[in-house]
């Protein structure tokens, strides 16, 4: 009989069962490890647990025989109970420490990677001849469309232009608190949501498991054919808004016109190439303008590409950059997602989202919770982990370049050209959130001062050393010396929460 093959909870759709190219035996049995223990490390967001637990149940029942699920304390107990000292394959594992696991068990043998497009001798022979330009992700996307034929018109970009982004800057439309446009696929909760719900509230009551956040129906795929109804309402009804507003917000409407597919690609449930061929064939059919499928392919065939593969070439110890030097705890009301405590309402409304739903849109995540944290000097570590608590897509490999890197600005700029954080002006701009704030974003100083402006000018101060050697950000440290009232500024500081 052929060995058993084990599949980790973010290795659910077909793609990971497919035999041939290094996969399992088409008729190995398989093993899924429900591990206790992970929720014992961590205080994770109970819809983030849910979500994961339903999503696995619901593979395993899929499977039915050829699958062994076993419940158990920890990852080497499970395979123990499930395999005995057998010989079992698993595919490369998403984090350092589950790879480190694995290596460790001598009983497994080890398969390449699955579930992304870009194979990662490709991404080597990429990374080794960049040279002096560094890992810029502009010319590993373009590297992306060529090789794989994504949005091309023979050798050049459809449309010709590789980078719409210009066109996909636009705020919010002024008169309305939402986006016209189809709301996105919700799925119907069944027996096995409700028996993971029920497990959920056992734990707690019996001291093994702590959550954060509030649970409510799920509003994520846990199947693969819930998955793929998302995809497709995505790309027939939403894709055509996605570009436009992609980085706007409006606080009555979250989501706006953004996929939501992220927990699905990160559970296994899609395959990135399949989102970007629906995306790529809906232009094609004359049914989403250029910049909207450039935006999306942009994200999932550049962005997520490129932070998986930096996350194994940065290896372990980027986890623990600070170049910075921020070593803050983060304050309660943050840890516990207390938004009605928070004065500052573009805070507030983005905590609460993600307390209710474990979910937030790009800009929120960086312009609204990681500028936040960047401009008061919260350890990145502690902000990456809660991040990886909180958010119902948050992993180990997308969280650690998304908030060491691009986020916190932590390993001094290998991700981005600049620290991403801005004054209240931008929020304003590109929201409905500051109308009726308690403070003003123009407001550095004062009663009404803007803990956005007043956290921007602070941290520019702070680290203008840094800032004045970096061309993108000199100019900032030069205003520095015209601000009259910076004595004051650096003597009061404005906070959204209670200090
Ligand atoms: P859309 O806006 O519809 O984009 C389409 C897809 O592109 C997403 O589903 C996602 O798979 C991919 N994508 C876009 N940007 C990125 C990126 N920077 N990194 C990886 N994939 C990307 N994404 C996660 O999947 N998990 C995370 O834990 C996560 N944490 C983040 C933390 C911070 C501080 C920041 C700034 C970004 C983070 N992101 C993370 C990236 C991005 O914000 C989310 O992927 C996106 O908001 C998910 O919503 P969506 O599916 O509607 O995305």
């Known amino acids: 009989t052929p060995r058993p093959h084990w599949l980790f909870g973010d290795q659910l759709g077909p793609h990971y069962l497919r035999a041939g190219d290094g996969g399992p035996d088409q008729h190995a049995p398989l093993i899924m490890i429900e591990a206790r223990s992970v929720f014992r490390r961590r205080r994770f967001h109970r819809a983030k647990a849910h979500l994961v637990l339903s999503a696995m149940r619901h593979r395993a029942a899929e499977l039915g025989g050829r699958i062994r699920y076993v419940q158990a304390e920890t990852y080497r107990e499970g395979l123990r109970e499930a395999a005995g000292s057998s010989e079992v394959t698993v595919f ?37 001849n960049r040279g002096r330009s560094g890992l810029l992700m502009e010319d590993f996307y373009r590297r992306v469309r060529c090789h794989h034929d994504i949005l091309m018109d023979g050798g050049q970009p459809a449309g010709g ?65 819930e998955a793929l109804a998302a995809l497709r ?11 436009a507003h992609e980085d706007a917000m409006l606080a009555a409407d979250p989501v706006l016109s953004h996929s939501l597919l992220s927990a699905a690609l990160n559970l296994g449930l899609l395959h990135p190439a399949e989102c970007v061929e629906q995306a790529e064939a809906a232009w094609r059919a004359g049914e989403a303008p250029l910049n909207s499928v450039e935006g999306f392919v942009r994200q999932v065939a550049g962005w997520r590409e490129y932070m998986w593969h930096l996350y194994w070439h940065f290896g372990a110890d980027y986890r623990r950059s600070n170049v910075l030097g921020h070593r803050e705890p983060l304050p309660e009301w ?70 060491v890197g691009m986020s916190q ?14 004054g209240g002006a931008y929020i304003n701009r590109m929201s409905d959130l500051c109308g009726p704030c308690a403070y003003r974003p123009g407001d550095r100083t004062g009663e009404r001062a803007c803990p956005y402006t007043s956290g921007y000018w602070r941290f520019i101060h702070r680290h203008r050393n840094r800032l ?13 010396s015209c601000l009259s009232d910076l004595r004051e500024l650096l003597e009061h500081p404005r906070d959204a929460g209670p200090s």
């Open 92 to 128: 490369q594992p998403t984090s350092h420490a589950a790879l480190a696991l694995v290596s460790s068990m001598p009983q497994v043998t080890l398969l390449g990677q699955r579930g992304f497009l870009v194979h990662p001798e490709e991404f080597g022979d990429w990374a080794r």
């Open 161 to 225: 232009r590789w980078n719409l982004d210009k066109d996909n800057r636009e705020p919010p439309p002024r008169q309305a608190d939402r986006l016209d446009v189809p709301s996105p696929y919700r799925p119907r909760e069944d027996d096995i949501d409700a028996e993971v719900r029920h497990d959920l509230d056992r734990w707690v009551r019996e001291g093994k498991a702590e959550f954060v956040g509030r649970d409510g129906p799920r509003r994520f795929p846990a199947t693969r054919r």
């Open 233 to 243: 309402r995505f790309t027939e009804r939403r894709l055509p808004t996605f570009g």
């Open 334 to 403: 943050f840890r516990e997602l207390d938004a009605d405590v928070v004065t500052a309402r573009c805070l507030a409304t983005v905590l609460a989202q993600v307390r209710d739903t474990g979910w937030t849109h790009h800009i929120p995540r960086l312009m609204v919770l990681g500028s936040y944290a960047l401009q008061r000097g919260w350890d990145p570590a502690a902000v990456t982990d809660w991040f990886h608590r909180c958010f119902v897509d948050g992993y180990d490999w997308v969280m650690l370049t998304n908030v």
């Open 409 to 422: 600005y932590a390993d001094g700029g290998r991700i981005t050209t600049k620290p991403y954080t801005s």
């Open 468 to 480: 004045a050697r970096n061309p993108r950000t000199a100019q900032a440290v030069r205003q520095l």
